[in-house]
């Protein structure tokens, strides 16, 4: 069964580090999404990407956030100066019609 | 904006009795809705959706949920746990498909013997 992947499963960072988090979506799906959960809380939305573009993304998204497929099949998250509280477990996703979301096993990153 | 609501932190069942985790929406139409579980270590499956029509659906692993307009509900069923239930369950709105998906803060489940 296609599945969504990310590497690594687990980073640890110095605050102030740039960080980048991969992802191998499902081959044929078109909708890309990036998601967060910090340690007790819910899980957020951070932004969607749909025609090489950033379709929608959430107020925690500013500037230190990046997104790109620079390749056709990867699909990375960059965090250019990583604070204590971008702690978080973050997740891919992807889909194909803009129906249902199929998520990876998260990428937990840990900023010291 | 739309918010999700799962009152139940933490539901405790033993194996093989019936289940019901509650949800509980906020939006101004009808929303687009999905369960998801997540195991230890694991990361979202999705366990079954809400788009339109009959509105009690099935969903893998034996689950179902029914959306009730008039109470903004979707209220997770299944008639008989298992052991291998024990997880994190997420309702999820979205106001179209799935871009922005809004989560509640989830419920553990733990099954007892």
């Known amino acids: 069964e296609p599945e969504v992947t990310q590497t690594p499963s687990h980073q640890v960072t110095q605050m102030g580090q740039e960080v980048i988090l991969r992802c191998v979506p499902i081959s044929n799906h078109l909708y890309f999404y990036w998601y967060r959960q910090i340690l007790g809380q819910k899980v957020e939305f951070l932004v969607s990407?749909?025609?090489?573009?950033?379709?929608?993304k959430s107020e925690i998204f500013d500037d230190q956030f990046s997104v790109e497929r620079p390749d056709g099949s990867n699909f990375t998250l960059k965090i250019r100066s990583t604070k204590l509280e971008d702690s978080a477990m973050y997740f891919c996703?992807?889909?194909?019609?803009?129906?249902?979301?199929?998520f990876g096993q998260g990428t937990r990153l840990t900023v010291v | 904006a739309q918010s999700v609501t799962q009152p139940d932190i933490h539901i405790t069942v033993s194996e093989g009795a019936s289940l019901e985790l509650r949800c509980n929406y906020s939006?101004?139409?009808?929303?687009?809705l999905f369960w998801y579980v997540q195991s230890p270590g694991q990361g979202l499956q999705l366990l079954l959706k809400y788009f339109s029509g009959d509105t009690l659906v099935q969903g893998i692993k034996g689950f179902e949920a029914e959306f009730k307009r008039s109470q903004s509900s979707f209220n997770l069923r299944k008639p008989s746990v298992h052991w291998s239930d024990a997880a994190e369950y997420f309702c999820?709105?979205?106001?179209?498909?799935?871009?922005?998906?809004?989560f509640g803060t989830g419920t553990r489940l733990t099954i007892i013997p």
């Open positions: 990407f749909y025609n090489n573009e950033i379709s929608e």
């Open positions: 999820a709105v979205a106001p179209f498909g799935n871009e922005k998906l809004t």
């Open positions: 939006y101004g139409a009808t929303p687009y």
């Open positions: 996703a992807s889909s194909l019609m803009n129906t249902e979301a199929f």
